[in-house]
T-cell receptor, first 109, second 115 residues
C-alpha cells in the first residue's frame, strides 16, 4: 500500500528553527510537495522536490532523499503566523498526489 | 483574478438528499480535482479530470459523481447523502497533469454536514 508518515503535532518557540519530517512508501515517485494549511483555510503550496538535496526559499527549505524515502521541511526564524498544519504529498507513478495527514505546528512566544 | 471559487461555503443536509457542490476556476487550468479532508486523515482524492470532457475515479469515489462540460467548472454531486459524507470538500486545479511540476491550487473549501 501507499503510506505517508508525518508527526501529528510539534511545538516550537518564536524565533527558533523547526524541522518537520516526512517518510513515504508509494508506488512510484514523481516528486514531493509541501503545503501549508492554516486552520479553516485551504492548503497553499510551499515547495516541490524531485531531485535529492535541499531547496531553499526564504525562511523555508525542503530536503529530499529518494533512496531513503524521506523529506523534511525546515522553517527558520519562526513567526507566530507560521502556526499551521504542514502537509507532505508525494506524486506517485500515475502523477496522483498521495497526502500525509499533516503536522500541526504550534508556535509559542 | 479569483483563482478557484467554491459554493456553498457550508451546508447542513438531511440524509438522503441530493447535493451539488460547485467549483469554478478562472486560471484556464486543464486538470481539476475533488478532495475530502477528515480529521486525522490526509486529503483523499474523490474524482479528477485531466481535461474538459474526461473524468476519472480517485481513492474514494463511491457515492459521488462529477462532470466536466467545460474547462472552468467541475461540480461534485452527492446523489443521496449519508452521514459518513460529512467532511470538508476541497476543489483544486493544476495547469497540467503528467508532469513533475503540476502544482495544485486549492479553493476555499465547502464544509458539509449530513444529519
Amino acid at each position: 500500500g501507499q503510506n505517508i508518515d508525518q508527526p501529528t503535532e510539534m511545538t516550537a518557540t518564536e524565533g527558533a528553527i523547526v524541522q518537520i519530517n516526512c517518510t513515504y512508501q508509494t508506488s512510484g515517485f514523481n516528486g514531493l510537495f509541501w503545503y501549508q494549511q492554516h486552520a479553516g483555510e485551504a492548503p497553499t503550496f510551499l515547495s516541490y522536490n524531485v531531485l535529492d538535496g535541499l531547496e531553499e526559499k526564504g525562511r523555508f527549505s525542503s530536503f529530499l532523499s529518494r533512496s531513503k524515502g524521506y523529506s523534511y521541511l525546515l522553517l527558520k526564524e519562526l513567526q507566530m503566523k507560521d502556526s499551521a498544519s504542514y502537509l507532505c504529498a508525494v506524486q506517485d507513478s500515475n502523477y496522483q498526489l498521495i497526502w500525509g495527514a499533516g503536522t500541526k505546528l504550534i508556535i509559542k512566544p | 483574478i479569483a483563482g478557484i471559487t467554491q459554493a456553498p461555503t457550508s451546508q447542513i443536509l438531511a440524509a438522503g438528499r441530493r447535493m451539488t457542490l460547485r467549483c469554478t476556476q478562472d486560471m484556464r487550468h486543464n486538470a481539476m480535482y475533488w478532495y475530502r479532508q477528515d480529521l486525522g486523515l490526509g486529503l483523499r482524492l474523490i474524482h479528477y479530470s485531466n481535461t474538459a470532457g474526461t473524468t476519472g475515479k480517485g481513492e474514494v469515489p463511491d457515492g459521488y459523481s462529477v462532470s466536466r462540460a467545460n474547462t472552468d467548472d467541475f461540480p461534485l454531486t452527492l446523489a443521496s447523502a449519508v452521514p459518513s459524507q460529512t467532511s470538508v470538500y476541497f476543489c483544486a486545479s493544476s495547469d497540467s497533469v503528467g508532469h513533475s511540476t503540476d502544482t495544485q491550487y486549492f479553493g476555499p473549501g465547502t464544509r458539509l454536514t449530513v444529519l
